[in-house]
């Protein structure tokens, strides 16, 4: 298209064409155009300069494209009549211009989903006419002075607006209390997974025309104000994944409401109240996490046009009673880790409309519904880990859609089904039940096919007897020996004992679960190998993302380590610890579900070319191992030795806060001081000489590993490097540089972020390597403690700040 020889043309439109290349300049010479639209499409680049100077456009639209650069500075100088700026779906960053302001006759910013970063301009209140803007998926934050939305208070002035969406952005901000200032025209606010943090500002109440408001998953607190009763147009609420505390009342006046989402809060009195059962327009409800204790309301089956009830993960009783056939239109019901007893009702099987049922880690007895079996658009059952009997019942085999089934850990009894769904289901479906038989790939014995012999029923009432009366012998006997041994042996609890304790105390999930969970252990999910297994990124049925260390049952000791592991990790709990999620065990197979870090272990940064820690990304990340340390050596009763400090064993969060992981050799040590010896060796370069040579371990071998790891942390040198041998090792290249030659020690990435105070952070970082030559001395008597170590570097912290603030 020729663009110079249209100067009266209107429109320029090519949205979902396949246009590819760069937006042509010579669209600016258009002089009477009035839109633009090439929305969705394969434009590379950066916007031209030029297109902000025309000054007839009234819309700009750009979305869904792959245009890159910055938004310039003058953007809106020129562009008086621009009502619409649609650049969402693109990767523009640099910061929103304050002279955005300038185009007066704004009425929707359409920017999400690129990578702007800085913080919100607050010259966005001087669009008056603003009525929808969109500033979610980016890199925003809050006012670096204040930490609070401040942009929010000045949208004040915008008279007709409507939608405010800024989530999905690092905001790590609070929401102020005027936002109740708001138009009263505001119907959507959507601020969900922006690390707002903070009290909920009570001025919401007085959005009187809100209809959405979504605020999930941030780092809210504290209570639920009483204005939110005010919002009686309110007709979805997102608040999941919070920790604040919900009195569920304050919602039983809304009439409109059709979406409920709480998860993950705390629900003040733990019950469902009455009232709930009389908002009819629900259409969805989770409350899943809430601390919930109680039986469910009658009413709560008054609620027939629900679509979706998830009440996982509570501690509710009570039994699921017939009138649950009442939610017909049921396509998700989720009663999956509480305490829900009795039979399943058959009348369960007239909700027809049901995809996806989970009822597992229940008290469910009795026999599986036969009525299931006409649930045909059923996807997803799950009754595992309940103590459901019988058989499977063969109507099973008509649920053509189901794709997922599990009723392990059940007392199930009889022959699995083979036909429909039972042809694409394994052996995980099935394990631990009580006498189930059918075809071997389910890993289970065959089904006899002789009829079962009666015998008189004289003769077995005779044997029954005896047999009662032997065995209530046996049972006694056995029972005063035990008494007997247990206060013999009071107080005397063995390591055994600990381990098989912390083993069955600790929440468990099913090998089913985590085998979907890691798409089968798929390559692509492999985040990294160790001495014992692999682990693998994972994502559990609820959504979050977990990492999943799978031990290798071939390698000898990997399922010690595992125990080991149960026992260190279940135990103890500190914000540099990795956390243990929960465990699954079998004689096969044991695996731990972790929390997963995002930013990978601090070995991936330390010995990648993408990667620049500067000097207080690296100092704080080892003040956060020490923590660990000195809450492993000091901080309980019983002294733990990790045994293996080393980059690779130290993980980071999505916020760079380190977590010491992988407990699998370590040491229970009766006190700080307390010795004791090994044969498992740690990672060679690493270890403390007196634990190589004897295998003696103690508390100081821990401070070894880690001034080892100092010293690579800021030489980028791995103390197994080529360049070391018998005649040099990391410790000795570092100490023959100290003090006067340090710089031809330090990692060269690291100088380049030096700036003028450079002189005063070598001296700084001079220091810690005193700490780290300090840790490692050969005479473990000699080395530092932790809380020595852990004093030091939160001092050299202090000094080093005033020269380092442009890094924070």
């Not at 109680?294 to 009570?318: E, R």
Request: hydrophobic share 40%; aromatic share 8%.
């Amino acid at each position: 298209m020729n663009f110079v020889k249209l100067h009266t043309f209107l429109l320029v439109y090519h949205m979902n064409n396949f246009v590819v290349g760069v937006v042509p300049k010579e669209i600016s010479k258009l002089s009477n155009i009035q839109q633009i639209n090439f929305g969705f499409n394969k434009l590379t680049g950066s916007i031209p300069v030029d297109v902000f100077n025309i000054s007839t456009l009234i819309s700009i639209t750009l979305s869904g494209n792959h245009l890159s650069g910055n938004l310039p500075s003058t953007m809106c100088y020129n562009l008086p009549n621009l009502a619409g700026l649609y650049l969402g779906k693109n990767i523009i960053g640099g910061v929103i211009p304050n002279s955005i302001a300038n185009c007066s006759n704004l009425q929707v910013i359409e920017l999400s989903e690129n990578v702007f970063q800085g913080s919100f301009p607050k010259s966005l209140g001087d669009l008056s006419l603003l009525k929808d803007l969109d500033l979610s998926n980016n890199n925003l934050s809050s006012d670096p002075s204040s930490f609070t939305l401040d942009f929010i208070t000045s949208l004040a002035n915008c008279k007709y607006l409507s939608v405010i969406e800024f989530g999905n952005n690092p905001l790590y901000g609070v929401i102020p209390d005027s936002i109740g200032n708001l138009s009263s025209t505001v119907e959507g606010i959507y601020g969900e997974t922006g690390k707002l943090r903070g009290d909920f500002p009570s001025g919401i109440g007085n959005l009187s025309c809100l209809n959405t408001l979504d605020l999930a998953d941030n780092q809210l607190s504290g209570l639920l104000p009483s204005s939110m009763k005010n919002l009686l147009n309110l007709q979805r609420l997102y608040l999941g994944g919070n920790n604040m505390s919900i009195s569920l009342e304050l919602f039983c006046a809304f009439k409109n409401l059709g979406l409920l989402g709480l998860e993950e809060n705390y629900i003040i009195g733990g019950a469902i109240p009455d009232c709930l059962g009389n908002i009819t327009s629900m259409r969805v409800l989770y409350l899943s996490s809430n601390g919930l204790n109680s039986s469910l309301p009658v009413s709560l089956w008054n609620l027939k046009d629900l679509l979706m009830l998830v009440l996982s993960s509570n501690s509710l009783t009570g039994s699921l009673p017939p009138e649950i056939n009442n939610l017909k239109r049921l396509t998700l019901l989720d009663f999956s880790s509480n305490h829900f007893s009795g039979d399943i009702p058959r009348t369960i099987g007239d909700l027809e409309n049901l995809q996806n049922l989970y009822l597992a880690h229940n008290q469910l007895e009795g026999h599986i519904p036969e009525a299931i079996g006409s649930m045909l658009s059923l996807e997803q059952l799950d009754l595992s880990y309940n103590f459901l009997s019988g058989s499977l019942p063969l109507s099973l085999e008509k649920l053509q859609d189901l794709t997922f089934f599990n009723v392990s850990f059940n007392n199930l009894r009889g022959k699995i089904p083979s036909q429909g769904p039972f042809i694409n289901f394994t052996a995980e479906s099935f394990i631990s039940n009580q006498a189930l038989c059918g075809a071997s790939r389910f890993h289970v014995p065959p089904c006899s096919n002789r009829p079962t012999q009666h015998r008189p029923s004289g003769i077995n009432k005779h044997k029954i007897l005896i047999i009662l009366v032997v065995t209530i012998s046996i049972v006694g006997t056995a029972c005063l020996v035990f008494v007997y041994l247990k206060y013999k042996n009071k107080g005397k609890t063995t390591i055994d004992d600990q381990e098989s304790f912390s083993l069955f105390t600790h929440k468990r999930i099913s090998y089913y679960e985590l085998l979907q969970a890691t798409n089968r252990y798929n390559q692509d999910n492999l985040l990294g190998t160790g001495s014992f297994g692999s682990v693998y990124k994972g994502v559990l049925k609820d959504g979050s993302v977990v990492a999943v260390k799978v031990f290798n049952s071939q390698l000898e000791g990997s399922f010690k380590s595992f125990d080991k592991e149960c026992e260190v990790l279940c135990n103890l709990r500190h914000r540099n610890l990795t956390k243990v999620i929960c465990s699954c065990s079998n004689p096969d197979f044991k695996a731990l579900v972790l929390d997963y870090m995002p930013n990978g272990s601090l070995h991936s940064w330390l010995h990648s070319n993408k990667c620049i820690l500067n000097v207080m990304q690296r100092l704080d990340i080892l003040i956060d191992v020490a923590c660990a340390l000195q809450y492993l050596h000091v901080g309980n009763l019983t002294s733990v030795a990790h045994c293996d400090v080393k980059p690779s064993n130290v993980l980071l969060d999505e916020e760079m806060v380190a977590h010491i992981s992988d407990f699998g050799i370590s040491k229970l040590l009766g006190g700080e001081d307390n010795i004791t010896y090994t044969k498992t060796l740690a990672t060679f370069c690493y270890i403390a000489p007196e634990y190589a040579s004897e295998g003696l371990i103690s508390t100081s071998c821990d401070i070894y590993s880690f001034g080892i790891m100092i010293m690579e942390i800021f030489t980028r040198k791995s103390p197994s490097d080529e360049m070391f041998g018998e005649n040099l090792s990391l410790k000795s290249w570092v100490q023959r540089c100290m003090p006067d030659k340090l710089t031809a020690v330090i990692d060269v990435d690291l100088l380049s972020t030096f700036n003028q105070h450079s002189h005063e952070i070598l001296a700084n970082i001079l220091s810690i390597m005193d700490v780290a030559l300090a840790c490692t001395r050969v005479s473990p008597r000699e080395r530092s403690n932790i809380e020595e170590v852990l004093a030091s570097l939160n001092k050299i912290k202090l000094q080093l700040l005033p020269y380092t603030n442009e890094w924070h």
